[in-house]
């Protein structure tokens, strides 16, 4: 029947939600054919090929076509860099994309929401654009209701001690906002109202969630609630779309199916963070002195200086339920659909409003507890 063309940024966590989704469609409608936009670069090269090649070879009605690279800077990106990079490459793309649209010919494009810059050439093409959120439908929430926010309150978040009320959701601290859009005189508030426009002017809403999970958002935006003065496209709720696991070679696998049932506890802060020296030692104490089993994924491409983990780390600790989570949106999809208890803790985007819906409104997380000394 055509092809569908979907759009992610080069973020892991979004790429791989977003080829699942594909895999979603041909799935239920098996005569369309998906085509993947990759934008490729330096800083994510190995990890989104690797996938690429991984997911290509057993579905063939899923392709990948291949953007040009965009030349970056020959520095180090840090994390606190990584979103405005992101940014950066997807604004330079625009002429890249609008040649792969036009030689692929779609009938419909999927773009995430931070590719927005893609609907001014499916227009011109009369392609009828689809965003898909990889977070939850508060998320959404946030996005449209953030104009009239805006509108109401003349004072950035930042200055604010104030409790935001927004539909559907529980009332958040104005210092639990995104980081992003704490001071309305930023670059990237003014990028996230743009962005709440132009999902106004969109075919429709895609969601990784579910009725069942999030009620009262859903609820609110398919109601109207979050765009008083004028009309919000179809929701569409997909979720949970959840990467399949591997054969269960992995020693981690092994190790874990000879300890107790739910006696481990398992650590994962994303994709994306990084930790310095001092945290990762700091993590490591406090896993010894509780004296739990435990499985901690730790990004060694991240540790300052090289440093070796084996030195870095207490003793044994290389050797060695419940879940400590960043709050990023596809793992408390996964911790929720296998009913695993999640410790919470946030560090940037979604993930401090993922935490208040987890912690406040569904009860199924903790947060985490801070004191000073040991």
């Known amino acids: 029947m055509g092809t569908i063309v979907l759009y992610p940024p080069p973020l892991m966590g979004h790429f791989i939600s977003m080829v699942e989704l594909g895999k979603s469609i041909i799935k239920h409608y098996p005569s369309y054919t998906i085509t993947v936009l990759s934008l490729t670069n330096s800083f994510n090269t190995g990890s989104i ?16 076509h291949h953007l040009p ?6 520095q180090e990106i840090h994390p606190s860099m990584l979103g405005s990079v992101v940014a950066n490459l997807i604004r330079r793309s625009i002429n890249n994309v609008a040649n792969a649209l036009q030689s692929i010919s779609p009938t419909t494009i999927i773009a995430d929401v931070f590719c927005t810059s893609a609907m001014a050439s499916a227009a011109s093409l009369n392609i009828p654009v689809y965003f898909f959120i990889t977070s939850g439908a508060c998320c959404v929430v946030e996005l449209l209701y953030l104009p009239t926010l805006d509108r109401n309150y003349p004072v950035s978040f930042k200055d604010m001690n104030a409790l935001i009320y927004e539909p559907g959701l529980p009332p958040i601290p104005s210092s639990e906002m995104q980081d992003t859009i704490q001071d309305r005189n930023s670059e990237a508030y003014r990028g996230y109202l743009e962005l709440s426009r132009c999902m106004l002017k969109s075919s429709g809403i ?7 999970m999030e009620p009262k958002p859903i609820k609110a935006i398919r109601d109207g609630l979050c765009v008083p003065d004028q009309p919000t496209p179809p929701l569409y709720c997909v979720g949970p779309l959840l990467a399949e696991g591997s054969d269960g070679s992995h020693e981690c696998l092994k190790w874990l199916d000879g300890q107790p049932k739910e006696s481990v506890d398992y650590l994962c802060f994303g994709s994306e963070r990084e930790f310095s020296s001092d945290q990762l030692k700091e993590i490591a104490m406090g896993l010894e002195l509780s004296g739990h089993r435990f499985l901690w994924v730790i990004r060694s491409p991240s540790i ?8 870095l780390l207490p003793n044994g600790i290389l050797e060695l339920g419940g879940f400590v989570t960043h709050c990023g949106w596809n793992s408390v999809l996964e911790a929720t659909c296998a009913r695993v208890p999640m410790i919470v803790w946030p560090l940037n985007a979604d993930q401090r409003l ?4 987890m912690v406040e409104e569904m009860k199924l997380a903790l947060p985490m507890c801070w004191r000073t000394g040991r």
């Open 49 to 64: 090929t690797s996938y690429v090649r991984h997911i290509s070879a057993p579905i063939p009605a899923i392709t990948f």
């Open 69 to 74: 690279v965009i030349p970056l800077p020959d």
């Open 206 to 212: 895609i969601v990784n969630t579910f009725d069942s």
């Open 304 to 311: 300052e200086n090289n440093d070796d983990l084996n030195l």
């Open 354 to 357: 993922n935490k208040i819906m």
